[in-house]
């Protein structure tokens, strides 16, 4: 009786062994390292930068994307499949059919957009894209300007006195300038009319910070400037990479650990029984 136990004792626990060895395998070869990033999408984000819209809803392909639009809003950037779109924009609550702007865009996979609603009543209304080069040298940050204030004429951008940027007319966007992290004030002044907006900026490292000047200089609503700031893609400049690289699940050394030592512990309980069987028999 002794012998049949520890047989069956034997048994079970090379059992156990096997099967922590598959699943372990199965646990290693599961696990993902480094980052993933989307694969095969367009990265595309709006700004609402004409004073005569006022607050609307934005249709892709004649469904809502965005809802409750107000002017000086930038979105972050969502994935959007290449191809040509369909896009329209309606004051909030009249719905696609009453749509301001109904125009198609363009883009590509792996390529990054900032995309305008601009104009005014007076100049017609429309959807102007940018491309965003989010690459960035690592440890740095990088700023850019965007002119989209429809009677400012050119501005120039400066921190102190160092000039940034000068002559960037309506609906430009300047090239983004690298700069070592930390706090930055920013004046963008318009000599046409006589106008200086100052901004502090705080630029983190790996970070691509974008200036938006919007509204107007004479009248309502009235200049100002907005900025959003997304992580850079470190060492990879001039790509258009993603500018939000998702985070996917790390390696870590515990689970391994705690892997290497369950089966050590299995084996030796094994090599233990196989002894005492082998010496119940003697």
């Not at 959003?228 to 893609?233: I, R």
Request: charged content about 10%.
């Amino acid at each position: 009786m002794m012998r049949v136990r520890l047989f069956f004792a034997t048994l079970v626990l090379r059992v156990s062994l096997v099967c922590a060895l598959l699943s372990c395998f199965g646990f290693f070869s599961s696990m993902q390292v480094g980052p993933v990033h989307a694969q095969g999408m367009a990265f595309v984000r709006i700004i609402h930068a004409s004073p005569d819209i006022g607050t609307a809803d934005v249709f892709v392909e004649g469904s809502t994307l965005l809802t409750n639009f107000e002017f000086g809003t930038v979105t972050n950037y969502v994935q959007v499949p290449p191809g040509t779109h369909k896009v329209q924009v309606a004051l909030i609550g009249k719905g696609v059919g009453a749509s301001i702007i109904s125009q198609n865009l363009t883009v590509d996979a792996g390529v990054v957009y900032t995309v305008a609603a601009l104009g005014t009543k007076a100049s017609g209304f429309s959807l102007e894209g940018c491309l965003d080069d989010n690459g960035i040298a690592a440890g740095m940050a990088e700023v850019g300007v965007y002119q989209l204030s429809p009677d400012t004429g050119s501005v120039n951008v400066a921190t102190g006195n160092n000039t940034l940027v000068s002559g960037l007319t309506y609906k430009q966007a300047s090239d983004y300038v690298t700069v070592p992290q930390g706090s930055y004030s920013l004046q963008v002044s318009a000599p046409q009319n006589n106008t200086t907006l100052p901004a502090s900026l705080s630029l983190k490292a790996n970070t691509v910070t974008s200036v938006f000047t919007v509204g107007r200089s004479m009248g309502t609503p009235s200049i100002r400037l907005v900025d959003a700031q997304v992580k850079g893609v470190p060492g990879m400049p001039g790509t258009g990479s993603d500018p939000n690289p998702l985070p996917g699940p790390q390696p870590s050394p515990t689970p391994w650990l705690i892997a290497v030592f369950a089966l050590f512990v299995l084996a030796a309980c094994a090599g233990m029984l196989v002894r005492r069987t082998h010496a119940a028999r003697q």
